[in-house]
C-alpha cells in the first residue's frame, strides 16, 4: 500500500511537471525565440517542431523567430563543409545553422573539410566589407572576407552593420530553397542566412545516428 501511494505521488508529479515544463519552454521561447540547432535531435529536425510546442520552420514562408546561439557567439563556431558554388566555399555551423562563404581561390579555409572558427568581432563593430558573391533567389547574395554572408534586396552594398532589432529580438528568418541537403532560410529583417539540416536528407539520417 506504502509503495502504491508513492507511485501515485510520482506520477501526480510527473502529470504537472510536463505541463509546468512546457508552460516554461513557451515562456523562454517568447522571450527569446525558438532555440533551433543543427545538434537538436532527428526527430525534432524531421517534425520540425520546438518543445514548446509550436511549429518552427515553416517552407510556406511564415517567420520563425530564432533566439542567439550564446555559445557559438563568445567561443566560435564548428563549420563542417556544405559544397562549393559562385567561386566560393560554403560551410554550415553544425551548432547554429550559421554559414560560412569563402572565396575559394583566396581563403585559407577553402581546402579545409572542418573548422573551428570565432567570431570576428571587429566586423560586428565597424561592419561587414561585403563583395558580391552572385544574383539568386530574387536577391543579391554578398559575402565578407570573414566569410558571413548576407541576402539582400539592394545590390551595390559594400559595408552593413546588424541591424540592433536582430542583436535584441533575435532573428526572424523564413524559407528561401533546399540545397546540398540543407533548407535555407533568411532573416527578413538583416538578410543573414541560416541552414538547417532538412527533413529526409542523408544528413537527417547521420543526426538519427548521432
Ligand atoms: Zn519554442
Ligand atoms: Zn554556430
Ligand atoms: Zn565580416
Ligand atoms: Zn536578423
Known sequence: MKSLT?????????SISMP??????KLRCLAFGHKVSNALPAQQIATKGCPCGAPILDE????????????CFFFGHDYIKMGERDG?????????????????????????HAFH??????????????????DRNGLTEYACHCGHSFLRPENGRTNF?????????????SFIMRREGYDEFRCCNCGHPFYFIAP??????????R
Do not use: W
Open 88 to 112: 566560393h566555399s560554403e560551410y554550415v555551423c553544425e551548432v547554429c545553422g550559421h554559414p560560412l562563404l569563402v572565396d575559394t581561390n583566396r581563403s585559407p579555409y577553402a581546402n579545409k
Open 20 to 25: 509546468l515544463k512546457r508552460l516554461l519552454m
Open 60 to 71: 510556406d514562408g511564415r517567420a520563425t523567430r530564432v533566439s542567439h546561439t550564446l555559445s
Open 117 to 134: 572558427k570565432k567570431v570576428r568581432f571587429l566586423c560586428i563593430v565597424k561592419g561587414h566589407q561585403l563583395h558580391t558573391v552572385v
Open 200 to 209: 529526409e536528407s542523408d544528413r537527417t539520417l547521420i543526426a538519427f545516428n
Open 161 to 173: 552593420r546588424h541591424p540592433l532589432t536582430c542583436v535584441y529580438k533575435g532573428h526572424y528568418i
Open 6 to 14: 508513492i507511485y501515485s505521488r510520482n506520477s501526480t508529479a510527473a
